[in-house]
């Protein structure tokens, strides 16, 4: 009585987690949609740098108000948003890889690792979004004090 209460404990005490087939085919359609998004990430990833290239190099064609150094700014800015663009879309990407070769192989490490980038995608998301939100309070509350001080 006590050896089958102790084989019950412990696989109470091992939790598992199992992927049935329904599971599985879940998982394969989310990888096929990161995978799209990963994709359609790189490629406006790309076209943001070449608009940023277009403007640092011929900008003075789209007006005469451009200088040397705000197409240079326009263009640093432009690189930061690539840069800041890219760490999501790559954890995507890898989330992406990861899950079809462990729902391929039936391989845990690699079921891991593929909830271990998008763990990362999100974190990077959810981090991004508070300093983009902060940084947008901090503008509202300079421009109000900068309105309130022009009308005394």
């Known amino acids: 009585m006590e050896n089958i209460e102790n084989q019950q404990s412990q696989l109470l005490d091992k ?7 329904k ?4 998982l394969t359609e989310v990888r096929k949609w990161t995978m799209f998004m990963a994709i359609i990430g790189f490629i406006f990833l790309g076209l943001l740098v070449i608009m940023g290239l277009i403007i640092a190099f ?31 879309i790559y954890y995507l990407l890898k989330f992406s890889v990861n899950m079809k070769r462990a729902i391929e ?5 690699d079921l891991t690792i593929a909830f271990e980038y998008l763990k ?15 940084l947008y309070l901090f503008i509202g509350i300079i421009a109000a004090i900068i309105g309130l001080s022009s009308i005394f």
């Open 120 to 134: 990362s995608h999100y974190k990077f998301i959810g981090i991004l979004t508070i300093v983009v939100i902060s």
């Open 23 to 26: 599971s599985q085919l879940f």
């Open 15 to 21: 939790k598992e987690l199992v992927l049935d087939e």
């Open 105 to 109: 192989q039936s391989e845990q490490k």
């Open 58 to 88: 011929v900008g003075s064609f789209f007006g005469s108000y451009l200088g040397g150094i705000e197409r240079f700014l326009i263009f640093f800015v432009y690189i930061i948003i690539g840069g800041l663009y890219f760490f999501p």
